[in-house]
């Protein structure tokens, strides 16, 4: 049989008490740099509250922005509401049923041409409080289908406007519209911007140009409400959306419209400048012409007879690249300079015809 020895023994409790030791100062050593690294986080910021806090803010700050801004939309109709909702069967039909979102406090109202009407025609305007109106269309554009419309009133609470050029895919956006009446009142749909710079053939003759597409749902009377961003700001109008299709709906730029406020604002008037001619930018060319190939600029199709460029030398099939020194490539591009400018005004074209380019003064016309 094996027995140890008094010497094997002792060395075996001088190796054990050794292996402890080490143990022992190693937890220590732990311990200490968990009190430093716990001490040093609450000495530098509370990780908790500091997030709890910020989050609370953000949903609270959103939530305030979504409640301000649906008192900046309206209700437009063509007919006078009768009782406490003109939501009735077939209301779409029977009344021209759309939305507007308010863009000043005394009262301009911008929606869409096809909802308002024509410029001078009359509608009425109904707030969030249930307030109706009468409502003059001070001016409309059908081509990119959009009206300002003017009420008589103060001290309204009106959206603010975001710059519709610096927008990108999957931008979170909110879509709002039919205010009016008790049952759909502060309508709310969410999604993201799904495409920029769309073109959509509206029918045989007419194509909408530089759309904002979005996922957010559009339906039936959202037709001239805003689509705003995350930060409430407005950025487009919501016009149209396919029908046979879940999720594409589309908005006009708010950008365009921009000139048109300004001078509304400050002038009370909009004396619109003129051109006079139907034109087409490189994502339109391919419905009308496949045989056309445009890498830039603005096509003319149509020279209005009661235009400025009408008998000044321009031909069909022009195509104009610059006014005044600015790059144009879209249609929209080209209107919203003109808006800056005023009747009688003169603009310098660049015009290219076939691979030659050359410049020419023109005086620009008033559209009544």
């Known amino acids: 049989m094996y027995y140890e020895t008094k010497k094997e023994r002792r060395t075996d409790k001088l190796i054990l008490v050794m292996f402890m030791g080490t143990v022992i100062l190693l937890l220590s050593i732990l311990i200490i740099k968990l009190n430093e690294t716990s001490n040093q986080s609450f000495n530098n910021y509370d990780v908790n509250k500091l997030s709890t806090d910020f989050e609370e803010n953000v949903e609270k700050e959103q939530e305030i922005s979504i409640n301000n801004i649906t008192k900046s939309i309206v209700g437009v109709s063509k007919l006078e509401q009768n009782g406490n909702s003109i939501f009735l069967e077939n209301s779409q039909e029977k009344l021209g049923l759309g939305s507007g979102v308010i863009l000043s406090d005394n009262g301009y109202i911008l929606t869409n041409q096809h909802v308002a009407g024509n410029k001078y025609s009359n509608c009425f305007i109904t707030t969030e409080d249930g307030k109706t109106f009468n409502g003059n269309v001070v001016w409309a554009d059908n081509n990119i289908d959009l009206a300002i419309i003017k009420i008589l009133a103060n001290n309204l609470d009106y959206i603010k406007l975001g710059d519709s050029d610096q927008i990108s895919l999957a931008d979170e956006v ?105 034109g087409y930018d490189k994502e339109v060319i391919p419905y009308l012409e496949s045989n056309l190939n445009i890498d830039s600029g603005v096509y003319i199709s149509t020279i ?65």
């Not at 409430?232 to 406020?261: H, Q, R, W, Y």
């Not at 800056?340 to 009544?368: A, M, Q, W």
């Open 174 to 278: 909110y879509a709002i519209g039919n205010p009016i009446g008790i049952e759909f009142q502060r309508t709310v749909t969410k999604g993201i911007i799904s495409g920029i710079n769309r073109t959509i053939k509206v029918d045989d003759e007419n194509y909408m140009e530089d759309l904002i597409q979005t996922d957010a749902t559009i339906n039936e009377g959202n037709s001239g409400g805003a689509l705003i961003n995350k930060n409430g700001e407005l950025i487009g109008i919501n016009t149209v959306k396919i029908s046979d299709a879940e999720g594409i709906g589309f908005a006009v730029p708010i950008n365009i419209i921009k000139p048109i406020l300004e001078k509304l604002v400050e002038n009370g008037k909009f004396e619109e400048a003129y051109l006079g001619i139907y």
């Open 304 to 368: 209005l007879k009661d235009g400025a460029l009408f008998n000044k030398g321009i031909l069909i099939g022009d195509i104009i690249t610059k006014i005044d020194g600015n790059k144009v490539n879209k249609m929209n591009d080209l209107k919203k300079y003109i808006y800056t400018k005023n009747p009688k005004e003169k603009v310098k074209l660049t015009i290219r015809r076939k691979d030659k380019e050359f410049e020419t003064e023109i005086i620009l016309g008033y559209k009544s």
